[in-house]
């Protein structure tokens, strides 16, 4: 998971950036009232639709660890429908009152980068997490805890896996402490190794793992 914000917030409800005005959105796959803020729905991303809306994230200074900065909307759009036709790497958007508030991405670390870098456990399954920019003077206090741990609920138990890792930039320190305080427990600080193939390029990147269990996030 990648959490480049401070602490960010949902976007302008008002805003449609992210409506594509044409075919209706995928389902949902994870649906969860935040209490105080709303309801979340996690839907799968649909790359010609929410394109534009994930490129004006991804062009942000603050998402440079993302590895799109710098991309046009094309490019992000046939990154995203790339990783469409994959069976271990799923990208979800979270609308939040039907606002796109953040970017879900899981793997299987086995066929991943990661899974060079730390032993892969049977369960296992890899997140990232980008959160939108919160507008100027509407960050909310609690909003980045709340949607991890929805997303943490999808993912361990909705998708029924035993622990989950996540990969923050090893400088982000407040990315780490919020994923510490949801019980992850920190790994090592690992070279994730540069991808060149020819539909997709990740650089290298310093990144510090975090592994959440099962049992700890909802022991019973």
Known sequence: MHLPADEAAPTDPTDSSGDSGGADAPAPVHEQDLPGLG???????????????????????????????????DQVREIYAHLAGLDTHHAFLAELDGTPVALLQTYEPAEDRV???????????????????????????????????????????????????VDPDVRNDRALARFV????????????????????????????????????????
């Open 39 to 73: 309801t979340l729905r996690l839907r799968p991303l649909d790359a010609d639709r929410d394109a534009p809306v994930v490129h004006g994230w991804v062009s942000e200074e603050r998402a440079v660890f993302w590895g799109m900065h710098g991309l046009t909307v």
């Open 181 to 220: 305080r949801l019980g992850f427990e920190a790994g090592p600080v690992v070279t994730l190794p540069e991808v060149d193939l020819p539909d997709v390029y990740l650089p290298e990147k310093r990144a510090q793992l975090a592994f959440l269990r099962r049992e700890v996030a909802f022991p019973g």
């Open 115 to 165: 899974g060079a870098c730390y032993p892969v456990e049977p369960g296992d399954i890899g997140a990232h997490v980008l959160l939108a920019p919160a507008p100027e003077g509407t960050a909310r206090p609690g909003w980045s805890g709340a949607l991890l741990g929805a997303f943490a609920r999808y993912v361990l138990l909705g998708l029924d896996r035993r622990r989950v890792v």
